[in-house]
């Protein structure tokens, strides 16, 4: 590296093998999932944590002559820890110290290196401006890298689309090391990395998003609704009308069991969390005219800012603006996550079905989290870019199951029980394809061969993350990575790999 950089001098502060006693710190700094970071885990032979973009070149240089894959790592997010494992010889390529972010007010525009997360991204957006903001994640510790590339939604998924469709502009690393724009890549490879994954074709390095427009006092609300509150025909009813909502709002469902307050037995609980982008006085009678069964009170709710909502939304105090800087999760946990979408609304048995699973005792922790589309994700074509989820979906589900146990026996039996439950969800979600979001990865659906790429393997989960638009992403992939280069479990194949 040190040959191929033009900076030789810095090249032994980015650089950590084993043998670095600051190895280990930075490998598992980023990690969020336990499952991941075990001793039988396979390790980097390098991790590299540039700090200027002209150094990727080299990183990608000396992988290619040392027949070592790459693992490009934003935030560490990755569901199935493919940012930071490989079965094959890997580096990773750690974006932790590209997170520079700049905002511009006038045009609405920023940039936005990929190291950064959307936390930071908030913050720096709130700094500059009070009624801008982005559309994109909840999570604040998640990377704008890998989030971007594979859609990234979030409470403004109804009114902007996703973050996705708010890019206007990239650099990124090719195969060669090239440092490529949205001129120099073309159409066709600006359009693949927006929605069909990054790390199939070259490591993302900044995006240029489109900031939009937010009034400065939205409302939020939570409202919890358990089965002897009739949470199974609210959330049924929800089915029916959260997609037609005026979209300025949003009307998410959790569901988890809890202990019920009145006699701790143990019950299901749906709560009902949104985002109005405008006041309670406007939202109350819009609520009572499309969704009365939700009971939804004006003590219900709460009228803040843009950025204090990103910040109740994640779960923390709104006065803590301060927490979206800090890129450190603090409940790293087992979990095993999977994804559905939804087309016609699930009968109230149906619904009763899920709930007797939750009552098993794997299901302590377990979750679903129920997304509406319609508004913007209805009127943007399905082939717009590689992100094909779009009208005909009335919402995506995110199902999640977490443990704390250690043992392989225990992990296996949690990921049993949500693979039970996505065994049960087949007659009740999309089909042909049982369609997937790619950034909630899951290798169950599919995944290419150590170190190869066969077409016809990988069609099977290409076609559920990307519908009709994989066999465009598999001809840019052959165009642009010609060698197979950037491969991972669930990259995209080349044409002509049979």
Partial sequence: MSLRSDNNASISNIIYTPNNPSYLSILNFSIKNLRFPSDTTPKPLVIVTPTLESQIRSVVYCARENGLQIRVR??????????????????????????????????????????????ELYYRIAENSQTLG???????????????????????????????????????????????????????????????GGASFGVILAWKIQLVDVPEKVTVFSINRTLDQNATNIVHRWQYVAHKFDK???????????NSSQDGERTIQATFNSLFLGGVDT??????????????????????????SVLYWAGFPIESRDVLLNRTQPNVRYFKAKSDYVQIPISKNGLEGIWKLFFEDEAEEAEMFLSPYGGRMHEISESAIPFPHRAGNLYEILHNVFWDEEEVEASQNYINWIRKLYSYMTPYVS?????????????????????????????????????????????????VDPSNFFWNEQSIPLLYSW
């Fill in 283 to 308: 939202l109350l009678p819009l609520m009572q005219r499309s969704f009365p069964e939700l009971g939804l009170q004006r003590e219900d709710c709460t009228e803040m800012s843009w950025i204090e």
């Fill in 431 to 479: 089909r042909f394809p049982r369609a997937a979001y790619l950034n909630y990865r899951d290798l169950d659906i599919g995944v290419n061969d150590k170190g190869n790429t066969s077409y016809a393997k990988a069609s099977i989960w290409g076609i559920k993350y990307f519908k009709n638009n994989f066999n465009r992403l598999v001809q840019v992939k052959t165009e």
């Fill in 74 to 119: 934003s935030g560490g997010h990755d569901d199935e820890g493919l940012s930071y494992t490989s079965e094959v010889p890997f580096v990773i390529l750690d974006l932790i110290n590209l997170r520079q972010i700049s905002v511009d007010v006038e045009n609405k525009t920023a940039w936005v290196q990929a190291g950064s997360t959307i936390g």
């Fill in 248 to 258: 300025d709002l949003l009307v998410m469902i959790h569901i988890q069991r809890v």
């Fill in 134 to 196: 982005f559309p994109a994640g909840v999570c604040p510790t998640v990377g704008v890298g890998g989030h971007f590339s594979g859609g990234g939604y979030g409470p403004l998924l109804r009114k902007y689309g996703l973050a996705a469709d708010n890019i206007i502009d990239a650099r990124m690393a090719d195969v060669n090391g090239r440092i490529l724009d949205r001129n120099s890549m073309g159409e066709d490879l600006f359009w693949a990395i927006r929605g069909g």
